[in-house]
């Protein structure tokens, strides 16, 4: 997808003009505002009577289309409802973001009937083979560029402070773009390629390729800004859901190494990939514990972002278990079916690194992943064992089924002895955060009040919530093992991801540290706004708005 911004909406020769219009907003007034002089070639009177005929009002989510006839550049313009401003504005962020998120879709709608009509005279009726006919498609469709209007804010843009429901107009733009991207993805290439000529081949190119947003009156440097921040965010999101969609046989740890090399060959990051040989000579024997079960062999994956200048590092670790069986505490059916999302955490820092390459911040940034996947094999943990961890503490495996937290001990070591200044991770960690949020919100915890308040108040824009979930004392009880340091598994049923985080706490040397589990929020079943079913990539919005605002 190309996006281009740019400043005089009457010269674009797009096919469809997206204009958003606020509730009972007087249309002639509007297209003038928003093509000029060259709004005088449409008869405007006539427009808005038929818009009015069609009982088009600019309530939230309405369209009404025509076609300017040559009139403009343009071919069509598509009047899009916003709902009435001051509501829009009070409820902020998410009304913009559905905003962004319908507006793609309806594009991908415009583009798929687009696409449809080429390829049934093109490709079907003339005999043509599929994949020629898909071609044909593709090049077509991209002759199809949209571009929108947002009616700008008068007066110099005031900045909201981040979570309050009212959004200067950069942060708009940016709700907008960022939510436009994550709802034009689709993830396709594995549907056969017997049904090309009607869905699949149409499914790849609902992607929009060409996008110019035009923004009138507005100062171009500051939204620019804004805008390439979104598109950099929307982009690794949808990169991210990507990695997390691929099958488990295929993303494997070694794969996950591969993906790190690119964003860092892309951003000139260092990157360092360990294998199994390397791991063990750095004594990394919970996270090896783990991969011993499994035919594949791990990856210690490690990117660093270094800021010139910068006053502190910051360590992102993200849990990588590219399958989560349970190992030897097996999984039932149910509860392994989508378990190659169990890896999304790593997909997660691996997106925030891109974003970080690309907007260059001033602090810096190491990125942690371990991946291995968790399997029941000849080799595999035995409940009842005892693991030594990086750092030296000793581990009865109680549960191999709570591996995340093995793998992620060594890995916050590893961040510490690399002088990390501040450590957060992000996991997929316990079924209990499910059960006590549910699809809400993601548990955060730690041992640093600020730190968890700052990832809280980060994830306002985006709508990633936070819930914070106790660290009592009392749940360290549950982690006593009567032959080792402690146990990997508290008892079932009793505050599981508050227990999880009081296991994790052993590993960080008392350096300021957060923990996200996103058991809960990593995958949904249910299209909603600008997440389609699958991986959500949930934290990428919260890490990149947490790391970029130093
Ligand atoms: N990957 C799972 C957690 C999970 C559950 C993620 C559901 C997404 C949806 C994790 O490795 C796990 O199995 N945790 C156990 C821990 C328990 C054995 C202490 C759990 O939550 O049941
Ligand atoms: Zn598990
Ligand atoms: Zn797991």
């Known amino acids: ?15 469809v003009m997206v204009v958003g219009v606020h509730l ?10 928003v093509f000029g002089n060259a709004a005088s070639a449409l008869d405007l009177a006539s427009i808005a009577a038929a818009a009015r005929g069609d009982g088009f009002k600019g309530k939230i989510n309405q369209v009404f289309t025509f076609p300017t006839l040559g009139a403009l550049p343009c ?3 598509l009047l899009y409802g916003l709902g009435a401003e001051a509501e829009l504005k009070t409820v902020g962020y998410s009304g913009y973001r559905k905003i962004g998120a319908n507006i793609a879709k309806r594009l991908a709608a415009v583009r798929r009937a687009t696409a449809t009509e080429s390829n049934a005279d093109k490709g079907a009726s003339k005999g043509k083979s599929l994949a020629t006919a898909g071609t044909t498609v593709g090049a077509r469709s991209k002759a199809l560029s949209a571009c929108f ?16 429901a009212i959004a200067s107009n950069e942060q708009i733009v940016e709700a907008i773009v960022e939510a436009f991207i994550m709802a034009s993805f689709s993830f396709e290439k594995y549907k056969s390629m017997k049904e090309a000529g009607k869905k699949a081949r149409l499914e790849n190119i609902a992607e929009l390729s060409d996008i110019n947003l035009y923004f009138v009156n507005c100062d171009k440097a500051a939204f620019e800004k804004a805008v390439n921040k979104a598109i950099a965010v929307g982009r690794a999101v949808n990169m991210s859901r990507e990695l997390i969609a691929e099958p488990p046989a295929f993303m494997t740890p070694s794969r996950l190494a591969v993906e790190a090399r690119r964003i860092a060959k892309d951003h000139d990051l260092s990157v360092k990939i360990f294998d199994e040989v390397q791991i063990a000579k750095l004594a990394m024997g919970s996270f090896l514990g783990v991969a011993r079960g499994a035919k594949e062999p791990p990856r210690f994956i490690v990117l660093k972002y270094t800021a010139p200048k910068a006053k502190k590092t910051v360590a992102i670790v993200g849990k990588g278990v590219t399958f989560d069986s349970g190992g030897l505490s097996l999984k039932t059916a149910g509860g392994m079916e989508h378990m190659k999302y169990d890896m999304s955490g790593a997909a997660i820092v691996l997106g925030v690194m891109d974003v970080i390459g690309k907007l260059k911040p001033k602090v810096s940034v190491l990125c942690v992943v371990p991946a291995t996947e968790n399997m029941p094999g000849s080799a595999a943990l035995h409940p009842g064992d005892v693991l030594i961890a990086m750092n030296g503490k000793t581990i009865e495996v109680n549960n191999t089924d709570a591996e995340g937290r093995l793998i992620l001990a060594d890995a916050l070591t590893y961040a510490c002895q690399q002088g ?7 996991a997929t960690l316990t079924g209990a955060v499910v059960s006590a949020l549910g699809r809400a919100a993601a548990g955060i915890m730690g041992n640093n009040q600020d730190l968890i308040d700052n990832l809280k108040a980060a994830g306002l824009p985006s709508g990633e919530k936070y819930w914070q979930l106790p660290m009592f004392d009392e749940y360290k009880e549950a982690l006593k093992s009567d032959v080792a340091d402690l146990k990997n598994a508290g008892s079932r049923g009793e505050a599981g991801s508050s227990c999880a985080a009081m296991f994790l706490q052993e590993f960080v040397e008392e350096k300021p540290w957060a923990h996200m589990d996103i058991a809960g929020v990593a995958w949904t079943e249910r299209e909603r706004d600008e997440l389609n079913k699958g991986g959500t990539a949930f934290g990428i919005r919260t890490l990149c708005s947490y790391l970029l605002s130093h």
Do not use: F, W
């Open 1 to 15: 997808m190309q996006i281009k911004i740019e400043n005089d909406a009457s010269k674009s020769a797009a096919m």
């Open 24 to 33: 009972n907003e007087a249309l002639p007034k509007l297209l003038q505002e």
């Open 149 to 164: 209007y947002l009616r700008p804010r008068k007066g110099k843009a005031t900045k909201a402070p981040v979570g309050a």
């Open 420 to 426: 990390a200044d501040e450590l957060i991770d992000i």
């Open 75 to 77: 071919k069509r313009i």
